[in-house]
């Protein structure tokens, strides 16, 4: 025997052992075929299944615009907030011009003083209605950040509340 004659002996062999062990398989499958068409989904699965369907979709909707009213509400508690940072920072520049003018103002009172003693009145009176208007401005600013970081509070705590309470409902 040649090489070519044995090798092509052995490939025979081979393709019959493989037809024999998947026999079984090659059947199961074209008995499927046949069946296929006789085998039908009943009308109340597939019914259910689109009501499924439709009652998720329905849902992922809710999700979606709580998601949205989320994001809006913490959008706009931020921007309370921002909007309290920049009130403060106008504030503090605010306080800085008038300090400097109540200064350049003192100076101006002290030089017209006319003997030492007019000279430290002018300077006490100065100090007090600065340590005042510092005070007052101080207290403001501390009243601007408490109320936005109250608003902001309340924001967040009943969208909390209502992503909480959707949590359950679902």
Do not use: H, W
């Amino acid at each position: 025997m040649t090489e070519k004659t044995s090798k092509a002996k052995a490939d025979k062999t081979v393709a019959d052992a493989a037809a024999t062990a998947f026999a079984p398989v090659n059947q199961i499958l074209e008995t499927l075929k046949g069946a296929q068409e006789k085998i039908q989904v009943p009308t109340a699965a597939r019914e259910f299944v689109k009501r499924n369907a439709e009652t998720a979709k329905a849902r992922v909707a809710d999700v979606e615009q709580n998601a949205i009213n989320a994001t809006a509400t913490v959008e706009k508690a931020l921007v309370a907030v921002v909007g309290a940072g920049a009130t403060l920072s106008r504030g503090v520049i605010d306080a800085t011009i008038a300090n400097v003018n109540m200064t350049i103002g003192g100076i101006q009172s002290l030089a017209d003083a006319s003997c030492p003693q007019d000279a430290a009145k002018r300077y006490v009176d100065f100090v007090k209605e600065f340590g005042q208007s510092n005070l007052v401005r101080a207290q403001d600013a501390f009243n601007t950040v408490r109320q936005a970081a109250t608003d902001s509070a309340k924001a967040l705590q009943a969208e909390v509340g209502k992503v909480a309470n959707f949590g359950k409902a679902a």
